[in-house]
């Protein structure tokens, strides 16, 4: 069985500003480098094998500061990417609430949600199973911990827990915690959420 303990990555000056990232590469901030520093420290007495990372900035940079503690092999799949926003990338919260009939609309489609020119949230759910999956393969019996993006985190989580993703539904998931994904003969089963670490 291969064990995935999944997080998201540190701060950006987008998360800060409620801006929607999506798959645009932005950076680190201080405090997300700092975030990133804290969490080593936390981490350093688990027995990971190695660190799996979406190829994005951000999550390469928290799997790299992390990975000044700990010491491990790293390994990135793009197929962990945040979801592609589409027209939508780069709109703040004001901004956003502007759009609120075609978000509406979207949201009211649980793991069909589109932006506009962007992907759905099945889509994403879809490559990061196989992400997770084909890793599993090459590394059975791991214990790998994976620095992702919250879109990636929900859809597993939603999925995983048999919800919709309808706005009906509370959110599963805390921000900045670990959950953990088993992987054994192919199927993903979720193992525990909202770890504190």
């Known amino acids: 069985m291969t064990t995935f303990f999944i997080m ?3 701060l950006t ?3 800060r500003d409620k801006r929607i990232q999506g798959q645009s590469d932005i950076e680190l901030c201080d405090e997300g480098r700092e975030m990133a520093a804290r969490w080593a420290e936390s981490l350093a007495d688990n027995e990971f094998d190695r660190i799996l990372t979406s190829g994005l900035k951000r999550a390469e940079q928290t ?6 503690r700990l010491n491990l ?5 793009p197929r962990l990417a945040e979801q592609d926003w589409g027209e939508w990338t780069g709109l703040d919260k004001a901004s956003f609430r502007e759009l609120k009939r075609p978000v ?4 009211n489609r649980g793991f069909e949600f ?4 962007g992907e759905s949230r099945d889509e994403v759910l879809m490559r990061a199973c196989d992400a997770f999956l084909d890793f599993s393969e090459t590394h059975p019996d791991e214990r790998v911990l994976v ?3 919250n879109g990636v985190l ?3 989580a939603y999925a995983l827990s048999g919800l919709e993703f309808l706005p009906r539904e509370q959110s599963p998931i805390k921000p900045y915690c670990l959950h953990r994904i088993e992987c054994l003969e192919n199927e993903l089963a979720l193992g525990e959420i909202n770890m504190e670490f």
Not at 104 to 107: A, L, P, V, Y
Not at 114 to 117: F, L, M, N
């Open 63 to 68: 799997a790299a500061i992390i990975n000044e």
């Open 73 to 77: 092999p790293v390994e990135v799949d």
């Open 147 to 149: 620095v992702t993006h």
């Open 104 to 107: 509406r609309k979207q949201e």
């Open 154 to 156: 929900k859809c597993l």
């Open 13 to 15: 000056e987008w998360n």
């Open 8 to 10: 998201r990555h540190g």
């Open 114 to 117: 589109r932006p506009p020119g």
